[in-house]
């Protein structure tokens, strides 16, 4: 959180704190959804967020983080700028500022990065990322410079719908400059010192907006081109580490367009279109030949030679119509329809031990299409009881498939594993219709000078169709209908104990429907989708917390404990999922403090354990280390060296976690901890920025969790994280 020079006494204030806040970000909707402070300079240091900022994602109304009972993290566009320039992803970006969600991965997948245990649902723009097959990349479907803010609720919540079980991720992107016309871009390039050859990556990020009358528009447009990553001795790393794709020799653009028309002071209408794609253009494999040793004596090693017709890649394309009234008759209207069609292709993968696969070497893609629309409607009644009242509903269809391409095994064997000679298509996970039905209720009542009372319900149903098919095992499934509905609630109350400090209590309930394509491809010869455990599962989670913000100090704790009876997760590589009763109970920490004008420091903890009961009988084991990852540590160290220029350390964390006495099942190898070291140093010259980053500046040796895990099994998944990386950019506003 940033730092105050001073600290409003909240206390009889607190509502008309939220009212002045609200009516602040919906006069600033000309240029967004939520008001963003403009970047400040470097001895100001970094910014991540105040308890009276404004967010929309824990309520889907302006609120002040102060007046939520619930905890929410808020990266704001200076953090973005900071970690955009230094070659991360956002997985990793996210897993470093947000306590409770797991470290990334270094890969463009998020499979094992929980929130609090459990899955997220990730919108852009109030567009769900999520889809009915889950193939966890859900975070890898926009460039960062297209991004102005992130909201993150951590806990369960059913607030948009299904899926966030775990909590919300909320993209939000970048709004039109207020000016007739201004024109940023940055410029920049990354190497790898333990291997400078084969490692140089570069990107380009210029945007164009502005405002003409009551027009106003946007075009941010970003290319990279990501070569080769290397560990710590300088040896390759394989493109695709852990079978769930990478991002070593890959070009990806995304262009972001929006066009912005206020009909009146109080009406305002905008278009957005958002494309990203990314080629993995790659001639190298990960070498087969590891898997002949022991599991995690010999790492993942990159050979090259690759032949294959189709790369690994992603295709995300989201047209977003929103209207917003301020004033209709008394209350405030946000509408929206969306389009998203989604496509991504992963890299082939030898399934001939398993019968499961057909026995077979196969290249599965995923195809989506989703198209929706959000109805909210707010009132708030004055009087004694000053009561605010937000009602609304959600729709969403989606068609989803999962064919693959197999390849012939003499060809793959003649070439070591990197010859990989197509011979036809198959249908592996069938063509999955689904649609989501929402309406919702939620109050808010100020009570006295200290209490503030949110509670509210939401219905959802969902209905799922599947037509008859067979599995790459060749098992014959009877399709059908599933027809799911559920009542969810959520209640919370935020206390102000002094001007600076607040407590909150909150119950909340998530919804999700399973991964059902997960069960349906490896359904056996006769199932049918309607005999199938396919039921939806529902999360209870419960939180105490306490905030603070001093003069030179802020400070967060939550304790939370959430428990779900029809829990969902994979059993294994090659396992059907598991549904049984499952509890996860945690704690998160945050600190910020000003050391004096020119230094700060701060930091998060997370700690977190999850407990499951496969046979029912009352006796509950631990969850694998994929749903629940070690303590993680972060911390900063922040100097404000002269007006012109600040320097930043950071530390990550990622701790122990030794559950199962040397099992080796599918989650439960011990892990190890591991500490990263990344410097930042930021000088404001002439027009713009100029940034030097250096990742993993101790040249620490390390393998993520992950790895360690061995989805796979086999050291083909044991793969080394990146060395020391250094990445020099410029960034320019006219």
């Given at each position: 959180?940033?730092?105050?020079?001073?600290?409003?006494e909240?206390?009889?204030?607190?509502?008309?704190l939220?009212?002045?806040?609200v009516?602040?970000?919906?006069?600033?909707?000309?240029?967004?959804?939520?008001?963003?402070?403009?970047?400040?300079?470097?001895?100001?240091?970094?910014?991540?967020?105040?308890l009276?900022e404004?967010?929309?994602s824990?309520?889907?109304?302006?609120a002040?983080?102060?007046?939520?009972p619930?905890s929410?993290?808020?990266?704001?566009?200076?953090?973005?700028?900071?970690e955009a320039?230094?070659?991360?992803?956002?997985?990793?970006?996210?897993?470093?500022?947000?306590?409770?969600?797991?470290?990334?991965?270094?890969?463009?997948?998020?499979?094992?990065?929980?929130?609090?245990?459990?899955?997220?649902?990730?919108?852009?723009?109030?567009?769900?990322?999520?889809?009915?097959?889950n193939?966890?990349?859900?975070?890898?479907?926009?460039?960062l410079a297209?991004?102005?803010?992130?909201?993150?609720?951590?806990?369960?919540?059913?607030?948009?719908?299904?899926?966030?079980?775990?909590?919300?991720?909320?993209?939000?992107?970048?709004r039109?400059?207020?000016k007739p016309?201004?024109?940023?871009?940055?410029a920049?390039a990354?190497?790898s010192?333990?291997?400078?050859?084969?490692?140089?990556?570069?990107?380009?990020?210029?945007?164009l907006?502005?405002?003409?009358?009551?027009?106003?528009?946007?075009?941010?447009?970003?290319?990279?081109?990501?070569?080769?990553?290397?560990?710590?001795?300088?040896?390759?790393i394989?493109?695709?580490?852990?079978?769930?794709?990478?991002?070593?020799?890959?070009?990806?653009?995304?262009?972001?367009?929006?066009?912005?028309?206020a009909?009146?002071?109080?009406?305002?209408?905008?278009l957005?279109?958002?494309?990203?794609?990314a080629?993995?253009?790659?001639e190298?494999?990960?070498?087969p030949?590891?898997?002949?040793?022991?599991?995690r004596?010999v790492?993942?090693?990159?050979?090259?030679g690759?032949?294959?017709?189709?790369?690994?890649?992603?295709?995300n394309?989201?047209?977003?119509?929103?209207?917003?009234?301020?004033?209709?008759?008394?209350?405030?209207?946000?509408?929206?329809i969306?389009?998203?069609d989604?496509?991504?292709?992963?890299?082939p993968?030898?399934?001939?031990?398993?019968?499961?696969?057909?026995?077979?070497?196969?290249?599965?893609?995923?195809?989506?299409?989703?198209?929706?629309?959000?109805l909210?409607?707010?009132?708030?009644?004055?009087?004694?009881?000053?009561?605010?009242?937000?009602w609304?509903?959600?729709?969403?269809e989606e068609a989803?498939?999962?064919?693959?391409?197999l390849?012939?095994?003499?060809?793959?064997?003649?070439?070591?594993g990197?010859?990989f000679?197509?011979?036809?298509d198959?249908?592996?996970?069938?063509?999955?219709?689904?649609?989501?039905?929402?309406?919702?209720?939620?109050?808010?009542?100020?009570?006295?000078?200290?209490?503030?009372?949110?509670?509210?319900?939401?219905?959802?149903r969902v209905?799922?169709?599947?037509?008859?098919?067979?599995?790459?095992?060749?098992?014959s499934?009877?399709?059908g209908e599933?027809?799911?509905d559920?009542?969810l609630f959520?209640?919370?109350?935020?206390?102000?104990?002094t001007?600076?400090?607040?407590?909150?209590?909150?119950?909340?309930?998530?919804?999700s429907?399973?991964?059902?394509?997960?069960?349906l491809?490896?359904?056996?010869?006769?199932a049918?989708?309607n005999?199938?455990?396919?039921?939806?599962?529902k999360?209870?989670?419960y939180?105490?917390?306490?905030?603070?913000?001093?003069?030179?100090?802020?400070?967060?704790?939550?304790?939370?404990?959430?428990?779900?009876?029809?829990?969902?997760?994979?059993?294994?590589?090659?396992?059907?999922?598991?549904?049984?009763?499952e509890?996860?109970?945690?704690?998160e920490a945050?600190?910020?403090h000003?050391?004096?004008?020119?230094?700060k420091?701060?930091?998060?903890?997370?700690?977190?354990?999850?407990e499951?009961?496969?046979d029912?009988?009352?006796?509950?084991?631990?969850?694998?280390?994929?749903?629940i990852?070690?303590?993680?540590?972060?911390?900063?160290?922040?100097?404000?060296?002269?007006?012109?220029?600040?320097?930043?350390?950071?530390?990550?964390?990622?701790?122990?976690?030794?559950?199962?006495?040397?099992?080796?099942?599918?989650?439960?190898?011990?892990?190890d901890g591991?500490?990263?070291?990344?410097?930042?140093?930021r000088?404001?010259w002439?027009?713009?920025?100029?940034q030097?980053?250096?990742?993993n500046?101790?040249?620490?040796?390390?393998f993520?969790r992950?790895?360690?895990?061995?989805?796979?099994?086999?050291?083909?998944?044991?793969?080394?994280?990146?060395?020391?990386?250094?990445?020099?950019?410029?960034?320019?506003?006219?």
């Amino acid at each position: 959180m940033q730092l105050t020079a001073k600290r409003k006494e909240r206390g009889v204030e607190l509502n008309g704190l939220r009212r002045q806040q609200v009516a602040a970000a919906w006069a600033a909707a000309g240029l967004a959804s939520v008001g963003v402070a403009a970047a400040q300079p470097a001895d100001e240091g970094e910014r991540v967020g105040t308890l009276s900022e404004v967010v929309v994602s824990a309520t889907r109304e302006e609120a002040s983080i102060a007046t939520i009972p619930g905890s929410v993290t808020v990266v704001t566009r200076e953090t973005i700028e900071r970690e955009a320039r230094s070659g991360k992803n956002l997985g990793d970006v996210l897993g470093e500022q947000v306590p409770g969600l797991a470290p990334g991965s270094d890969t463009i997948s998020n499979f094992g990065q929980t929130l609090r245990g459990r899955n997220v649902s990730v919108l852009i723009d109030g567009v769900p990322q999520n889809t009915t097959r889950n193939v966890s990349r859900n975070l890898a479907t926009i460039d960062l410079a297209a991004i102005e803010r992130i909201e993150v609720v951590r806990g369960a919540t059913a607030i948009y719908g299904d899926s966030a079980t775990g909590g919300v991720i909320h993209i939000i992107t970048r709004r039109a400059s207020g000016k007739p016309a201004e024109l940023e871009a940055s410029a920049g390039a990354s190497v790898s010192l333990t291997h400078p050859g084969d490692s140089l990556g570069v990107f380009l990020r210029p945007q164009l907006s502005g405002r003409h009358g009551d027009v106003d528009y946007l075009l941010n447009l970003a290319f990279e081109r990501t070569n080769g990553f290397f560990d710590a001795h300088g040896e390759r790393i394989p493109p695709d580490p852990h079978g769930q794709g990478g991002l070593a020799d890959t070009d990806s653009w995304n262009v972001l367009a929006k066009l912005g028309y206020a009909i009146d002071r109080d009406q305002r209408i905008q278009l957005s279109i958002d494309r990203y794609d990314a080629i993995q253009d790659t001639e190298f494999a990960s070498d087969p030949a590891v898997k002949a040793f022991a599991p995690r004596t010999v790492r993942s090693r990159a050979i090259p030679g690759l032949v294959l017709e189709d790369p690994q890649g992603t295709r995300n394309i989201t047209a977003n119509l929103d209207y917003r009234h301020g004033d209709l008759l008394g209350n405030r209207v946000h509408a929206q329809i969306f389009r998203r069609d989604y496509f991504t292709r992963f890299f082939p993968f030898d399934g001939r031990a398993f019968a499961i696969f057909g026995n077979s070497i196969f290249q599965s893609r995923l195809e989506s299409e989703k198209s929706g629309g959000r109805l909210e409607v707010e009132r708030k009644l004055e009087g004694r009881l000053p009561l605010s009242v937000l009602w609304g509903l959600d729709y969403t269809e989606e068609a989803t498939s999962q064919p693959v391409s197999l390849f012939d095994p003499a060809a793959f064997d003649a070439s070591g594993g990197l010859v990989f000679r197509k011979t036809g298509d198959r249908g592996w996970v069938p063509e999955i219709r689904q649609d989501n039905l929402g309406v919702f209720a939620q109050l808010e009542l100020p009570v006295g000078s200290r209490w503030l009372l949110r509670g509210g319900v939401r219905y959802e149903r969902v209905q799922v169709a599947v037509d008859d098919f067979v599995t790459l095992a060749g098992a014959s499934v009877q399709g059908g209908e599933l027809d799911f509905d559920e009542p969810l609630f959520n209640m919370g109350a935020v206390y102000t104990l002094t001007g600076a400090l607040s407590a909150y209590v909150s119950f909340s309930q998530g919804f999700s429907v399973p991964d059902i394509g997960l069960t349906l491809r490896g359904a056996p010869n006769g199932a049918s989708v309607n005999t199938l455990q396919l039921a939806p599962q529902k999360v209870d989670n419960y939180e105490i917390g306490v905030r603070g913000e001093w003069a030179n100090t802020a400070t967060s704790l939550a304790v939370y404990y959430n428990e779900s009876e029809l829990g969902a997760f994979s059993g294994g590589f090659n396992q059907p999922v598991v549904r049984a009763p499952e509890r996860i109970y945690g704690l998160e920490a945050t600190l910020d403090h000003r050391l004096s004008k020119r230094w700060k420091t701060g930091g998060t903890f997370t700690w977190l354990e999850g407990e499951t009961d496969p046979d029912r009988d009352g006796r509950y084991t631990y969850l694998n280390s994929f749903r629940i990852p070690p303590p993680k540590l972060t911390a900063y160290l922040e100097h404000a060296t002269t007006e012109r220029w600040l320097n930043r350390l950071e530390v990550l964390y990622s701790g122990e976690r030794d559950r199962f006495g040397g099992s080796t099942a599918f989650g439960e190898r011990p892990v190890d901890g591991y500490v990263t070291v990344d410097f930042y140093s930021r000088y404001r010259w002439g027009r713009g920025t100029l940034q030097l980053a250096v990742e993993n500046l101790l040249n620490e040796d390390y393998f993520v969790r992950e790895s360690q895990l061995l989805r796979t099994g086999a050291n083909d998944s044991y793969t080394a994280s990146p060395g020391t990386i250094l990445s020099v950019s410029y960034l320019a506003r006219w």
